[in-house]
């Protein structure tokens, strides 16, 4: 890398939003902050906005961007403060922009992200949803207009890094089979209710199900952990990541999160990529690739490790996981649908409307319910995702406490 990156970071008050900035600090030799946007958290945009002088910032709405510029209106930064998804799409499209971190939660994501697509950049996918709801649509104009995308879900990460060279750089058109490639494994935790008395799901507090074992991540992201429709989503993000079907992707459970995934080769080999779980070191791979920077993160020390196990998930456990395997081989309408349910059920065991095994009651009656035909194009895709808010909404009703 000779000259400086330019970055816009989409979701740059969350979690991965500062893992990247973080990461950006340890390595400003090499990269500089061009765009942060953010939903609400004014306050939070204002100290990011102070430490790391983007040109622009970016809020949702006009009401968090108003925020914004009263934190700024007595401070020495010069940031420009700007609102609004068209905004946001307008600016990762910049012609000064080299990389996106798309990291934005939630469907919310897709319309810059597409945007950062389509103007060629070097995507780092965080927000698996928007891929999910839009997979072949997303991979098209990916291999269209000839951006790079890089996985940040360190399992897609981890398969990424595990894949031979020539795999990396086929940009989704061959298959793994014609690289020796035979399967995927897919790693999960299993989530903080691995071992917990089946019985008791019912009863699961907003607090029990994002306190995860091993990951500090955002709120929604750690309900999906909890009931590994995470993991259902990384299926269908891994099915299009990687140009294969559902039956070359395996669900492992590994409890430790010290392997992030692998990938199995026709000789019998089986590589894997480890390390403690950050999200920094993901971050770093895919921000550098194909060069090799400093994360900040300390290396595995395996005279530490006690326990290293396997499991298969147990889909009784997790009917959410199984729901979203069967949506990823039943097509697009599908897994917009699920995707776009789960978002509006996991909303509402947040606010405390339902409970946590309702999520799946929810999602599986939205699925249940639709009656999606075509969904191709990106007006097939959002109309495809409204009616399933509309309908999980409606379900939600019926169970809310
Ligand atoms: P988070 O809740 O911590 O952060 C979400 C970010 O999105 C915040 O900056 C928020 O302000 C912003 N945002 C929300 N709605 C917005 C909108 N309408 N417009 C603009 N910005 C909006 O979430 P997170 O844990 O950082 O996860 C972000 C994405 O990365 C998710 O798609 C998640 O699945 C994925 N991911 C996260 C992790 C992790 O370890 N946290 C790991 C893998 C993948
Ligand atoms: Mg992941």
Known sequence: MSQKQLLVILGATGSIGLSTLDVVSRNKELFDVFVLAAGQNAKKMAELCIEHEPLYAIMANQQAAEQLSAYL?????????????????????????????????GAAGLLPTLSAVEAGKKVLLANKESLVMSGQLFIDKVKQHKA??????????????????????AKGDQKLQQHGVSKILLTGSGGPFLTRDINTLKDVTVSEAVAHPNWSMGQKISVDSATMMNKGLEFIEAKWLFNCDASDIDVVIHPQSIIHSMVQYHDGSILAQMGNPDMRTPIAHALAYPERINAGVKPLNF?????????????????????AIDACSAGQGATTTVNAANEIAVGAFLNGKIGFTDIYKINAQTLEAATYNNVQSLDEILECDKLARISASEFITKVAH
């Open 303 to 323: 005279s530490d490790i006690c326990d290293f196990s396997f499991t298969k998930p147990d889909f009784s456990r997790y009917p959410n996981l199984q729901l």
């Open 73 to 105: 209106a007595n401070t020495q930064c010069q940031t420009l403060v700007m609102h609004g998804e068209q905004a946001m799409s307008d600016l990762c499209a910049h012609p000064d922009v080299d990389i996106v971190m798309s990291a934005i939660v």
């Open 148 to 169: 790079t995308l890089l996985p940040i879900d360190s399992e897609h990460n981890a398969i990424f890094q595990c894949l031979p060279s020539s795999l990396q750089n």
